[in-house]
């Protein structure tokens, strides 16, 4: 049985993990940052996004090596993972690795993460909302940077009530923080 979590998503300091704009460059990781998310991500079997991240992250998939080992490497593990894109608007997903689930219920996910050796990542506030609010996420992570957006797409879903247990604190070089909790 695996382990859904909800992550790794960098979010501002007020809630937000992109402003008003949709802009979330403020989020980018330096070098050291994204070492860091490199090893978060090494347990990971399954990804969960939406059509936005699947869009964001399509990158990965064609990354020319040689722009840094830090880039290269997570290049390297974004294929060696399975992709799930959630969207009703895509008829088809021509990417390595990857499906396509229309309309993924909360109940769908967990039976995805129990069939799952290991971690199943939802990433996307929008495709984890569902989950979130029906209790069925078993861990949060999410890097906190220092950065106030102001307003845009919140971490956290509204009407969203859990009790989380901090499992990690991790001060990064940048000034952000990496945060794990269990969700009770």
């Avoid at 990158?59 to 992709?83: C, H, L, N, Y």
């Avoid at 995805?112 to 506030?125: K, R």
Wanted: proline share 5%; aromatic share 8%.
């Amino acid at each position: 049985m695996g382990t859904l979590r909800y992550g790794l998503m960098s979010c501002s300091l007020d809630g937000y993990v992109a402003d008003a704009s949709g802009d979330f460059d403020w989020g980018a990781p330096d070098d050291t940052v994204h070492a860091f998310i490199n090893d978060q991500v090494r347990d990971v079997r399954t990804f969960v996004v939406g059509r936005r991240m699947f869009d964001a992250m399509r990158v990965w998939d064609t990354w020319a090596p040689g722009q840094s080992d830090v880039t290269d490497e997570f290049a390297e593990i974004w294929r060696g993972i399975d992709k799930i894109v959630c969207s009703d608007g895509l008829e088809a997903v021509d990417a390595p690795r990857t499906t396509l689930e229309p309309r993924l219920t909360p109940d769908r996910l967990a039976e995805i993460a129990a069939a799952t050796d290991g971690v199943v990542e939802v990433s996307g506030p929008t495709t984890a909302a569902g989950a979130l609010l029906a209790g069925v996420v078993d861990e949060m992570t999410v890097r906190v940077v220092p950065h106030v957006a102001g307003g845009g797409l919140r971490l956290l879903p509204d009407g969203m009530r859990s009790e989380l247990v901090r499992t990690e604190c991790v001060p990064l070089d940048d000034g952000s923080v990496f945060l794990r909790y269990l969700v009770r």
